[in-house]
């Protein structure tokens, strides 16, 4: 570790969190130019040693990745520990791989603090991708993993969907290995090599992986890659008519009109839809999944040109929250941005295509997770809490197949719609967001909230959004890993404990 | 008071009115593709200092980000800073410079070292300059490629203040603010890089 730092204020990423800290540390590897699993084994014995500081001084210890979260879900007043230079890569050999394993998928092991750029560009040099990632590639593997950060693919899943074994320090004296039951990853000579204590359980397996934070500190994941493939995208707008919305609840999009060849399937699937503009009008977004790179067609380039400075978004928010009537003309700016991309012809590997975050500066933004029956419904209300309070701010919609993970918000059988109420850091946008919560409850629409995202949560809320029995199952499984008060009071933090989680 | 002197008043009072949204821009380069490790706890805007220079603000990568660099360096006025300029004619530039580290780039490791798996890192030991662009105070910038710096970041980056571009800026009233700037990506031998040269690929010899 180095010397604690001076400076006694955390930011995130997004401005949107400040959080006095007693100390920041920053972890290293002890060789930066190469991966090695023995020095791999000496920064998780020096974590370790930190988790015993924090046990024994009755401290909370917290890792953090990008920082991109909105909210306090990875803040704490105690020890923070930045991951970022954490970045150790491995291959899985068949020696390190279990008996029965496919070891044509060729995983891959993962230290924490890999950013998602990074492992694409890993992944891309050994002829992979990943599955599925956000919309952007910031933010580090265990913290894309704690917070169940996800794409638009609708037949993947999000990120702790590929992820199949997870190598933790949640105590001192040892470190974990979970995976599920009934598929092991790992052989019992790699776990040596790690020091690992190997925990084979689907219920401990499916709560540490949606987790944030609060099983202890992620010392690496083993992820299953695809194949390298291409993304082929197409934008333009569509009308929101009954065909589209019996396609988006079916997920069957034969009868629906989206932009793309007639008859493929989407891979990845948006809707932006502008308040401002016309009730019945979306940008959609489809992305299909190709073999080869369709000929002709470019990767986007994003750099360079015009772009907004650092403080727009913020200016934004101020400005609207200070004169009325402004709003519609701020959502001139994002229907502008809208018309920065192609209508077509652009393709990618998924690393090109979700690639550095342009936005800067604070901003707001709040997604839930909800059944497909209810979208139609959700995006109206939506769109009337933003036209209500003049906000400046989008409405989007993704679609993730479900996952297994406990907390997880992608959970809505079978695949969940991700409504996002996204815009400037503005009083406006917050009572948008709020009354789009209040309503589609009073509407009795079941929904889940993103982790890393603006919500309401509290601990009767938690229940109700997940179910007790979901919660309750979380709630054990983080028992039967840190199994006394004072291990579990170290990976606590004041969001956890709002949520008595 | 003399006409003159009464001129000199109202410049003074209108340069120190305006001086805040005179100073609102921020110049940013940063290394294509190349995630930051911030080393200070303000993950938005990373670490920062000021930075006292005749005519010109620089930065260079310091040793705790080791051999990859920086991934981005942002060059901010101040209403204090521009003041000192408009009093120094434009001779003397404060900057608040705020950085953030690039991630280190380590070769891929085998789990067990049976099975070598050897990859490089790219350094493409490049350098640029360019004009870039900030309008309506700061709300929309153009002109600031990021530097294709292979598998690092920036060794070194600086913004020129330019007597034409100072008086534009305070002509237009801040709508419109050019500045200089040159970067220089990292390297083992970045100090003889060129623009848009050839990628040189460097074995680290991992695994």
């Not at chain 1, 949606?210 to 695809?226: A, H, Q």
């Not at chain 2, 105070?137 to 710096?149: D, E, F, N, R, Y």
């Not at chain 2, 970045?190 to 050839?198: D, E, F, K, L, Q």
Request: glycine share 10%; charged share 20%.
């Amino acid at each position: 570790m180095s010397p604690p730092s001076a400076a006694p204020i955390w930011r995130n990423w997004h401005e949107t969190v400040s959080q006095p800290i007693r100390r920041f540390e920053v972890g290293r590897n002890g060789d930066e130019s190469q991966s090695t699993i023995a020095q791999y084994n000496a920064t998780a014995s020096r974590l370790r040693d930190l988790i015993r500081e924090a046990t024994d001084t009755g401290v909370s210890l917290r890792a953090v990745g990008g920082g991109w979260s909105f909210t306090r879900v990875a803040a704490t007043d105690g020890i923070l520990l930045d991951t970022q230079r954490l970045n150790y890569r491995f291959n899985l050999g068949p020696e390190a791989l279990a008996p029965g394993y496919d070891a044509s998928i060729r995983p891959v092991l993962l230290q924490c603090g890999i950013s998602i750029a990074d492992v694409n560009k890993y992944l891309a040099r050994r002829g992979q991708a990943l599955r599925t990632s956000g919309a952007s590639n910031g933010q580090t593997i265990a913290g894309a993993l704690g917070t169940g950060t996800h794409g638009g693919a609708i037949d993947v899943g999000a990120v702790q969907d590929y992820v199949v074994g997870i190598h933790i320090a949640a105590t001192p004296d040892e470190t974990l290995w979970l995976e599920r039951s009934e598929r092991r990853v790992l052989s019992d000579t790699a776990l040596t090599a790690l020091g690992a204590r190997r925990i084979n359980d689907d219920e401990l397996f499916d709560a540490a992986r949606v987790s944030f934070g609060s099983f202890g500190l992620v010392l690496g994941v083993v992820i299953e890659p695809d194949p390298l493939y291409f993304l082929h995208a197409f934008r333009d707008r569509v009308t929101l008519n009954p065909a589209l919305w019996d396609a988006v609840q079916t997920m069957q999009f034969g009868g629906a009109s989206l932009p793309g060849p007639a008859g493929r399937r989407p891979y990845h699937l948006e809707l932006n839809h502008n308040p401002y503009e016309s009730a019945d009008a979306a940008m959609a977004t489809v992305m299909l999944r190709e073999s080869q790179k369709p000929p002709g067609a470019k990767a986007p380039k994003l750099d360079g040109g015009i772009g907004k400075g650092d403080s727009l978004l913020d200016a934004i928010g101020v400005v609207t929250d200070t004169w009325d009537g402004v709003t519609p003309f701020a959502a001139l700016v994002f229907k502008a941005a809208y018309q920065a991309f192609p209508k077509a012809g652009f393709a990618g590997t998924p690393g090109e295509m979700f690639k550095d975050t342009s936005t800067r500066g604070r901003s707001a933004s709040s997604a839930m997770g909800l059944p497909l029956e209810h979208a139609q419904a959700a995006l109206q209300l939506a769109r009337e809490a933003v036209l209500k309070h003049q906000a400046p701010a989008l409405v989007a919609m993704r679609f993730v197949k479900a996952g297994r993970s406990t907390l997880g918000f992608t959970m809505h059988e079978p695949v969940t719609c991700i409504l996002e109420v996204d815009g400037a850091h503005s009083d406006r946008t917050f009572a948008a967001q709020a009354q789009t919560w209040r309503v589609l409850e009073q509407k009795g629409i079941p929904y889940t909230f993103h982790w890393g995202k603006m919500n309401d949560l509290d601990a009767v809320r938690v229940r109700a959004r997940w179910g007790t029995a979901r919660v309750q199952q979380w709630v054990a499984a983080r028992q039967r890993i840190l199994p006394t008060d004072a291990a579990r009071r170290v990976f606590a933090n004041a969001f956890t404990l709002l949520l008595d989680l | 008071m003399t006409a003159g002197r009464r001129r000199v008043v109202w410049f003074v009072a209108i340069v120190a009115l305006t001086s805040p949204v005179l100073s609102c821009y921020q110049y940013r380069q940063q290394a294509l593709g190349i995630t930051p490790a911030s080393e200070c706890p303000d993950f938005s805007r990373g670490c920062a200092t000021t930075q006292w220079r005749f005519g010109y603000a620089g930065f260079s990568a310091p040793d705790s980000c080791g051999t990859v660099g920086l991934s981005e360096v942002t060059l901010r006025d101040r209403p204090h800073f521009f003041l000192l300029s408009v009093a120094t004619l434009g001779l003397v530039s404060a900057k608040r410079v705020e950085w953030k580290c690039a991630r280190p780039a380590p070769s891929g490791g085998n789990l067990f070292a049976n099975v070598p798996v050897r990859d490089s890192l790219r350094f493409t030991g490049a350098r640029g300059r360019r004009t870039g662009w900030g309008f309506l105070w700061g709300a929309v910038t153009s002109g600031l490629p990021s530097a294709q710096c292979g598998d690092v970041g920036l060794a070194e980056v600086t913004v020129g203040d330019r007597p034409h571009f100072f008086l534009l800026t305070l002509v237009s009233g801040g709508t419109v603010s050019p500045r200089r700037v040159q970067w220089r990506c990292a390297g083992p031998d970045s100090a003889s890089g060129n623009t848009n040269g050839p990628v040189s690929p460097l074995s680290m010899g991992g695994r």
